[in-house]
T-cell receptor, first 113, second 114 residues
Framework: RKEVEQDPGPFNVPEGATVAFNCTYS??????FFWYRQDCRKEPKLLMS???SGNEDGRFTAQLNRASQYISLLIRDSKLSDSATYLC??????????????FGKGTRLSVIA | DGGITQSPKYLFRKEGQNVTLSCEQN?????MYWYRQDPGQGLRLIYY???????QKGDIAEGYSVSREKKESFPLTVTSAQKNPTAFYLC?????????????FGPGTRLTVL
């Protein structure tokens, strides 16, 4: 079973706020983890990969908890331009190697002035 | 400029007609993918190709067909057998098919079947 679950939101937050999204995945043999960003009526774009030790890119921090099978994305000092849908993405291990990317349905964020 | 192009951006077809969506990339990527996205839904994999002249079914392949005769091109045909074809179709490519490779997406084609 290959499932990626996210809270759909929307998360409505004021500028400057800190917001966190969680994502759970169904298979403990999951291999790779990513956060993609999708603006309204546009294509998804890679925001960041998620590494076992956690990683940070400017205002964005991603964490992985393999024991509990979830990943998180923390956005600090939210900007209006952060408004988008954030997609949690996982690959799973299959008999033929890694599966293609499996996408969650996304969490919608609206940052309000 | 390197990238992925999809055409057209909007497409309207009558029910019962087959339609082919174009996807071209000049990134020299081996792997290419087709996804479908419905409102409020995540991306669902239709077909993918790891190399020229080879492709595999994704989770929702019924009613669709693909070909991969050239590395740069991966067209998707939506056949009349697809029961609910109206959706946003996204093509993507990656250097290899390994799960750690970033996928780059085209701008998508919005298909509406009347």
């Amino acid at each position: 079973r290959k499932e990626v679950e996210q809270d759909p939101g929307p998360f409505n937050v004021p500028e400057g706020a800190t917001v966190a999204f969680n994502c759970t995945y169904s298979n403990s043999a999951s291999q790779s983890f990513f956060w993609y960003r999708q603006d309204c009526r546009k294509e998804p774009k890679l925001l960041m990969s998620v590494y076992s030790s956690g990683n940070e890119d400017g205002r964005f921090t991603a964490q992985l908890n393999r024991a509990s099978q979830y990943i998180s994305l923390l956005i600090r000092d939210s900007k209006l331009s952060d408004s988008a849908t954030y997609l949690c993405v996982v690959t799973f291990l299959s008999n033929s190697g890694n599966t293609p990317l499996v996408f969650g349905k996304g969490t919608r964020l609206s940052v309000i002035a | 400029d390197g990238g992925i192009t999809q055409s057209p951006k909007y497409l309207f077809r009558k029910e019962g007609q087959n339609v082919t969506l174009s996807c071209e990339q000049n990134l020299n990527h081996d792997a290419m993918y087709w996804y479908r996205q419905d409102p409020g839904q995540g991306l669902r994999l239709i077909y993918y190709s790891q190399i020229v002249n080879d492709f595999q079914k994704g989770d929702i392949a019924e009613g669709y067909s693909v070909s991969r005769e050239k590395k740069e091109s991966f067209p998707l045909t939506v056949t009349s057998a697809q029961k609910n074809p109206t959706a946003f179709y996204l093509c993507a490519s990656s250097i290899g098919s390994g799960g750690h490779n970033e996928q780059f997406f085209g701008p998508g084609t919005r298909l509406t079947v009347l």
